[in-house]
C-alpha cells in the first residue's frame, strides 16, 4: 500500500512570507495528490489537486508542485495570512483507487500578525 | 459547511460499550467514506461504501462495522470499545467515489472511551 511521509509537523511563519510543506510517496503507480486543509473544529476541506500528467499547478495564493521521478509533491503558500492558520494534510492514492486516500501526518501552519 | 451532517458530535462512553455514529452525505452524492482520526495515527481510512454497498475496506477493525442504507445515509458501530478507539470520526462523501473525485468531510464525531 501507499506510504505517504510530509514534513514538517509544525511550521510558524510571519504573516506576508512564503510556507512550504513537503510530502514524499512510496507507490510509483500514484497518480493523484491532493491537499486538505482542516481548521480547529472542522472537518479537512480539499484546498488543491494535481495529476500525475502536470508538474505544477496554481489557484492564487497556492500551489503545488510534482516530481514523479523523486516521488515527492509540495504545498507552497505565499504572502500567508492569519486565516491560513489551519493543519494541512498532504494525500496520496491507496492502490489505484484514486479515492481511497493515504494522509500524510499533517502540518500544523502558525501564521504570526 | 460541507452538507455532510455528522450526529452526534459528541459522544462520552465507558470500556466495553457500543455506539453508533450516524452520517447523513452531501445531496446527490452516492458515496460515503469513513474515516479515523487520532494524534498517534493520524488520518486513517476505514471503510467506502457507494449505493449501499462495501466498495473497499481500509484499517477497519473487526469490532467495528458499517452500512450505508437506501436513503445513502451511513452509520458506523463501534462495539467492545476500548480506551484507544478514542479518536475523531469523520465521514466523506462524494458523488460516484470514483478517482480524482473531491472529498467532502463533515465535522467529525469526537468519541471519548474513559
Redesign the interface.
Known amino acids: 500500500g501507499e506510504n505517504v511521509e510530509q514534513h514538517p509537523s509544525t511550521l510558524s511563519v510571519q504573516e506576508g512570507d512564503s510556507a512550504v510543506i513537503k510530502c514524499t510517496y512510496s507507490d510509483s503507480a500514484s497518480n493523484?495528490f491532493?491537499w486538505?486543509k482542516q481548521e480547529l473544529?472542522?472537518?479537512?476541506?480539499?484546498i488543491i489537486?494535481i495529476?500525475s500528467n502536470v508538474g505544477e499547478k496554481k489557484d492564487q495564493r497556492i500551489a503545488v508542485t510534482l516530481n514523479k521521478t523523486a516521488k515527492h509533491f509540495s504545498l507552497h503558500i505565499t504572502e500567508t495570512q492569519p486565516e491560513d492558520s489551519a493543519v494541512y494534510?498532504c494525500a496520496a492514492?491507496?492502490g489505484h483507487?484514486?479515492?481511497?486516500?493515504?494522509?500524510?501526518?499533517?502540518t500544523r501552519l502558525m501564521v504570526k500578525p | 459547511d460541507s452538507g455532510v451532517t455528522q450526529t452526534p458530535k459528541h459522544l462520552i462512553t465507558a470500556t466495553g460499550q457500543r455506539v453508533t455514529l450516524r452520517c447523513s452525505p452531501r445531496s446527490g452524492d452516492l458515496s460515503v467514506y469513513w474515516y479515523q482520526q487520532s494524534l498517534d495515527q493520524g488520518l486513517q481510512f476505514l471503510i467506502q461504501y457507494y449505493n449501499g454497498e462495501e466498495r473497499a475496506k481500509g484499517n477497519i477493525l473487526e469490532r467495528f462495522s458499517a452500512q450505508q442504507f437506501p436513503d445513502l445515509h451511513s452509520e458506523l458501530n463501534l462495539s467492545s470499545l476500548e480506551l484507544g478507539d478514542s479518536a475523531l470520526y469523520f465521514c466523506a462523501s462524494s458523488v460516484t467515489g470514483g478517482g480524482y473525485e473531491k472529498l467532502f468531510f463533515g465535522s467529525g464525531t469526537q468519541l471519548s472511551v474513559l
Do not use: C, S, W
Not at chain 1, 473544529?41 to 480539499?46: A, E, F, N, Y
Not at chain 1, 483507487?97 to 499533517?106: H, K
Open positions: 493523484y491532493p486538505y473544529g472542522k472537518g479537512p476541506q480539499l489537486d495529476r494534510f492514492p491507496r483507487a484514486g479515492n481511497m486516500l493515504t494522509f500524510g501526518g499533517g
